[in-house]
């Protein structure tokens, strides 16, 4: 439980060996690369890092559609099944897709799996341009079916005319016109002379309309003022004929793009393939980006970098059984180095180091916080839900998701969290007597619904003693900075105020015969006067140092604010709980039906409940999470670190065993 101790690694080999001692270093997983400091950087290699890119490019294309493709499938054939099942329409035809995954974590494969794929890229790369191929056709496809759907927009609205559009226009004496108008309208011509017809619609009105050539102007000025639109259409076809030959049109394009999405999921069974290549390639780009800060020479390369201490002997053996021809320097981090951040816990604590790194990575020379955070992390969580039906809900649906699904590390951290909380709720819900809010259950200790300032009473205390304990961890940094009388100035008078405060309360819920109260107030006292002598002595002046005192005591307003964000630990562990029983009233109002009743009211519990047990969690892990960063991390985590980023570890799709 500490943070690994690092070592700077400057490795001098030859170019022919390069690939070699690369792909060693990527297969230990415990290699970072750095910029070497001086030297000419290589140039040949940015070009094979431009193709690189261009290739993963490529494949990346070919992932996204090719799933695209699969996604469209599925949702035609469950769409097809339901018209099926309703006589709306027959079975369309099968198609080699699986199930299209919308998350789930990364495949996971050993090295010479992984390599293996890389043999295959001539031939993945021929499907990607098949693909590429497919997927230009389908462009082309769907463009026509726009065109056409708006083809038949157009033309839709005068489909009852009888006629031609070409014999639209003026004759030599009449004039032909169609108009429509979205509006059910009738029309008045006066005194002019005009032959009018009105054709059925769906909706609005269609006229065909003669008139003189003469007062063609006059009916479009009528026209017009009414609503209606004049065609322009001249096709030498009917409208019904010419809509017909459109959806026929639309029929051939829609079958087109059918059968080229089919071709294209021909090719789905390359996609796991595809995407170990994405990252194969990836690797490829992540080592060519490293090579371009290599030192050279004609013959030789230089690389530094970071590697945790006590696996540079096994790396450095792995190395050596590619290459003797090889020197290698291992240095100890120097003045002004910034090394990476590689944090070694226990088991049961890796979970909470991602807690900690929403915050900020630890800096490589600073005590590892996560141990200690991860015990008052567990308390509150579980005093947070309050409940041991909660509680056993949750461990139990953690430790099945840890046990039969397939996760990324973060996720399975997540869930291991949760579950851990999940145990914490079932020990304090014995405690309270929490027992999916059933108020007959007797608490071992007290209930929190009942005696409310106890549960407050009982969230300050543990609030306090994580404040303390904060304290008592930035005496260690100091002491460890060689700062020791920073290490007792700084927090020691924080303890006697504490304790002084301890002494009243002690002596107000005891009532005992010796003096605590007195000497409560002798220790507030001190501490007071402790913090205006001490606080400002890092100050210039007598004046700074008097300034610095007064600031210093003003920031036990900061400290009281601190200790009473505690509460939120009562607010959310009697929330949990009062929904929980407003529910169980709900449901109880169903149980004196016989039988059914029972029935109704389970089905109403358990939604409710599990929507409880939700919100629960939410707010748990985001309270809690503020505690741990504002009121704990404060008072002595410094972070500001890097995390240790290997060579070789960013893939997208492949995780290593």
């Known amino acids: 439980m500490a943070i690994a101790k690092m070592s700077r690694l400057r490795l001098i080999g030859l170019k022919s060996d390069k690939n070699r001692i690369m792909n060693a270093l990527v297969r230990s997983g415990a290699f970072e690369a750095t910029p070497t400091s001086v030297g000419e950087r290589g140039v040949a290699e940015r070009s094979y890092l431009e193709k690189a890119v261009a290739r993963q490019a490529k494949i990346s294309f070919a992932i996204d559609w090719l799933s695209a493709c699969a996604t469209e499938y599925l949702s035609k054939k469950k769409q097809n099944e339901s018209d099926v099942k309703r006589g709306r329409a027959q079975p369309i035809a099968a198609a080699p897709v699986e199930n299209v995954k919308k998350g789930g974590g990364r495949t996971v494969m050993g090295y010479d799996d992984f390599y293996d794929v890389a043999a295959k890229e001539y031939e993945l790369t021929a499907v990607c341009d098949e693909l590429e191929k497919l997927n230009f056709a389908r462009l082309e496809y769907k463009s026509q079916l726009q065109k056409n759907r708006t083809r038949i927009r157009t033309v839709a609205p005068y489909e009852a005319f009888p006629l031609k559009f070409s014999a639209l226009g003026n004759g030599a004496s009449a004039s032909v016109l169609l108009a429509y108008s979205s509006a059910n309208t009738d029309l008045s011509w006066g005194e002019l002379p005009v032959f009018s017809e009105r054709y059925a619609t769906q909706k609005g ?79 490829e780009i992540e080592k060519a980006t490293v090579e371009l800060d290599f030192v050279t020479t004609d013959n030789t390369f230089v690389i530094e970098g970071w590697i945790p201490s006590d696996a540079a002997p096994a790396v450095m053996q792995k190395i050596k059984e590619k290459t003797e021809k090889i020197v290698t320097y291992l240095t100890e981090p120097q003045e002004g180095d910034t090394p990476p951040t590689l944090v070694v816990s226990k088991k049961i604590f890796k979970p909470y180091e991602d807690v900690t790194n929403m915050y900020s990575v630890p800096a490589y ?22 409940d041991a039906g909660y509680g056993v809900v949750l461990s139990i649906a953690a430790g099945l998701m840890l046990k039969f699904c397939k996760l990324e590390r973060g996720t399975s951290r997540l869930i291991a969290l949760v579950g851990m909380g999940g145990i914490s709720a079932i020990l304090w819900g014995v405690l309270f007597g929490g027992v999916f809010s059933i108020s007959a259950v007797p608490p071992l200790w007290f209930n929190p619904m009942e005696e409310p300032l106890m549960m407050l009473a009982v969230s300050i205390i543990l609030g306090v003693v994580q404040i303390l304990f904060g304290y008592a961890l930035n005496s260690v940094k100091s002491f460890r900075e060689h700062r020791p009388v920073d290490a007792i100035l700084d927090s020691i008078f924080i303890f006697i105020l504490f304790g002084g ?30 913090i205006l002598l ?57 149980f004196d039906i016989p039988v059914v009743g029972y029935v109704i009211g389970f089905i109403i519990l358990i939604p409710l409940h599990a929507f409880n047990i939700g919100i629960g969690v939410l707010g748990a892990y985001v309270h809690n999470a503020r505690l741990q960063f504002l009121e704990f991390y404060g008072k002595f985590y410094t972070g500001d670190g890097r995390m240790f980023s290997p060579l070789g570890e960013k893939t997208r799709y492949v995780r290593f065993n």
């Open 501 to 530: 405060i301890a002494c009243i309360a002690l002596d107000m819920l005891l009532k005992p015969a010796a003096p605590l109260q007195t000497v409560g107030l002798a220790l507030i006292g001190v501490s007071l006067a402790g």
């Open 365 to 386: 020379n600073e005590l590892d916080p996560n141990p200690f955070m991860a015990v008052f992390f567990f308390l509150f969580f579980g005093i947070m839900i309050g």
């Open 534 to 590: 001490t606080a400002g002595r890092h100050r210039k002046g007598i004046l700074g140092k008097i300034m610095g005192g007064f600031s210093g005591l003003y920031g036990l307003v900061n400290l009281l604010s601190d200790v009473l964000s505690y509460a939120r630990i009562f607010g959310l562990g009697l929330a949990s709980g009062a929904i929980g029983l407003a529910f169980n009233t709900l449901g109880i109002l169903f």
């Open 205 to 283: 009105t269609l006229l065909g309309i003669v008139c003189r050539v003469c007062d063609r102007e006059k009916v479009t000025a009528l026209l017009s003022n009414a609503g209606f639109s004049l065609c322009t259409l001249t096709d030498d076809e009917t409208p019904a004929k010419l809509i017909e030959s459109y959806r026929a049109e639309q029929r051939k394009l829609t079958d087109n793009d059918t059968a080229a999405l089919y071709r294209a999921l021909d090719y789905y069974k390359y996609l796991p393939e595809l995407k170990v290549l994405y990252d194969v390639i990836g690797q």
